[in-house]
T-cell receptor, first 122, second 110 residues
Framework: GAVVSQHPSWVICKSGTSVKIECRSL??????MFWYRQFPKQSLMLMAT?????????EQGVEKDKFLINHASLTLSTLTVTSAHPEDSSFYIC??????????????????FGSGTRLTVV | GQNIDQPTEMTATEGAIVQINCTYQ??????LFWYQQHAGEAPTFLSY????GLEEKGRFSSFLSRSKGYSYLLLKELQMKDSASYLC???????????FGKGTRLSVIA
């Protein structure tokens, strides 16, 4: 099945520094990648939708200059948290959809999640 | 607008049956996903309903009524490992992101 590799799994950084999170689709091409953030005991909140070769679309309230998204190829999307602060500490998850649903793969219908990145800003 | 409601928390006994309800109102609707998520992990796929009715898959079943904007996830023969959050998510078609509910935290007790 489709696999999205997300790195790092966890990261601790100092306040004011930047952190880059990568998501790679390993065995399929993803024209679109979705980035979510999840605070403890809350659901996934969509941050932005990135499309290969174009600018990302950010959800209301998400600072595009703080959360830089790059989707330079069909298999790689990155999220960079710039000048991170403790309130940015969260669980970040990416999700990708295949260009074409694999034949008979009714299970995922093309939405595959990365394993998530736990960011702690100290 | 998009609105998906599900209970915040539920508790059930090991071996019992529990039903987690979800109501949705979305602009555009193609189908309804259910995901399981353990703390600190990514969601894992449980089911996807497109047509009305019940779909059974082992201990888990999912029901959809498009006319009522309603779905439920039924978990049978509960096990301790079923303690997790269960997320209801609407698919609006095309390359749109899933719209998630806030999740239901299920605690299975002995």
């Amino acid at each position: 099945g489709a696999v999205v590799s997300q790195h790092p799994s966890w990261v601790i950084c100092k306040s004011g520094t930047s952190v880059k999170i990568e998501c790679r689709s390993l065995d399929f091409q993803a024209t679109t990648m979705f980035w979510y953030r999840q605070f403890p005991k809350q659901s996934l909140m969509l941050m932005a939708t990135s499309n290969e070769g174009s600018k990302a679309t950010y959800e209301q309230g998400v600072e595009k200059d703080k959360f830089l998204i790059n989707h330079a190829s069909l298999t790689l999307s990155t999220l960079t948290v710039t000048s991170a602060h403790p309130e940015d500490s969260s669980f970040y998850i990416c999700s990708a959809r295949e260009i074409e649903d694999t034949g008979g793969d009714h299970l995922t219908y093309g939405y595959t999640f990365g394993s998530g990145t736990r960011l702690t800003v100290v | 607008g998009q609105n998906i409601d599900q209970p915040t928390e539920m508790t059930a006994t090991e071996g019992a049956i529990v039903q987690i309800n979800c109501t949705y109102q979305t602009s555009g609707f193609n189908g309804l996903f259910w995901y399981q998520q353990h703390a600190g992990e990514a969601p894992t796929f449980l089911s996807y309903n497109v047509l009305d009715g019940l779909e059974e898959k082992g201990r888990f079943s999912s029901f959809l009524s498009r006319s009522k904007g309603y779905s439920y996830l039924l978990l049978k023969e509960l096990q301790m490992k079923d303690s997790a959050s269960y997320l209801c998510a609407a698919f609006r078609g095309g390359n749109t992101p899933l719209v998630f509910g806030k999740g239901t935290r299920l605690s299975v007790i002995a």
